[in-house]
C-alpha cells in the first residue's frame, strides 16, 4: 500500500498486505502458529471473503474500499479481569483516528463499535489468548468504512466518503490508525486505566440519554450512565442502576436496533 509508513515504535511497523483473504484474523492467528511475530504485526486486506464481526455477524465490504486489518498485542501485563480495559484502550483509539478526518462527531458504541450520526462506520473484532490468570495475546481486528458508498444497511451504516463526500487514501487511514492504536496501548501498558476509562465515557454513544434495550425475553427501559473498569454497562431503570455484560443486553435506542 502506498504511502503507509505509521510514526510509530512498533504498532503497525511490520505488516502484510493481501489481496484477498478469508478474514484478517484467521490469517494473522494462523501466522503467529508458525512464526514469531514481533507486537503489533498487522496484516491488512483489500477483501475478505468471511469478514465477520462481534457475535459472528458479517462483515461486509467492497474490494478496495475499505480498511481490513488484524494486529497482533501481546498484553500479558493485564489480568483476566482487566480484558476490558484492552478493549476500552482498542475503541478509543479507533474514534480518535477516525476524529482526525471527520469533522462530525465520533462516538463509541459500547462495547466496541464506531458511530458518526447514529451510523456505524467501523467495527471492532477482538480475539483474545488467556493463558492461567494472565492475557497472553489478542489478535484485534478493525474495519473501517472509508470510501465504500453503498450499503446493505444503508440506515445503519456509513462511511468516511459519505460524512465527506470526497475519497480518502486507505493508506491515511491505516496511518493515523496504527499511531493512535500504539498511543493508546502504552498508556494502558502504563496502567493510566482511569483516563482511558474517563475519556471512553466522554465519547460514549447515548450517555444520559433514555434507551430501551433487551434483556432476555424483557424489553426495559432507562437512562445509559456509563462504562466501568470491568466492562460492564450502567443503565439505570426505575431509579435503581443496574450493571449489564456485552452478552446480556442488546440495546435499541434513537429509533435504530444495532
Known sequence: MDNYNPDTLFVGKEHAFLDETASTNHWLSEKVKSENLTEGFMACAGFQTK?????????????????????IFRPSFLSVKEQPLFN????????????????????????????????????????NNIRGNTLESSITGIGINVNQRDFDTEH????????????????????????????????????????????????????????????????????????LANGTLEIVTSGEPIRYHFNEIKLKYLGINY
Open 51 to 71: 469478514g465477520k464481526g462481534r457475535l459472528q455477524r458479517i462483515w461486509n465490504s467492497e474490494k478496495g474500499k475499505n480498511v481490513l486489518c488484524s494486529y
Open 88 to 127: 476500552i484502550a482498542i475503541a478509543l483509539a479507533v474514534r480518535n483516528a477516525l476524529s482526525q478526518i471527520l469533522t462530525s462527531r465520533v462516538w463509541v458504541k459500547w462495547p466496541n463499535d464506531i458511530l458518526v450520526e447514529d451510523r456505524k462506520i467501523a467495527g471492532i473484532l477482538i480475539e
Open 156 to 227: 445503519t451504516a456509513t462511511s468516511i466518503y459519505n460524512q465527506t463526500g470526497r475519497n480518502t487514501p486507505l493508506s491515511h487511514v491505516l496511518n493515523l490508525l496504527s499511531e493512535h492504536l500504539e498511543k493508546q496501548y502504552l498508556r494502558l501498558k502504563a496502567g493510566r486505566f482511569e483516563e482511558l476509562i474517563f475519556e471512553y465515557n466522554r465519547h460514549l454513544y447515548a450517555k444520559g440519554q433514555n434507551v430501551v434495550f433487551s434483556y432476555g425475553n424483557e424489553i426495559r427501559k432507562g437512562v445509559l450512565q456509563s462504562v
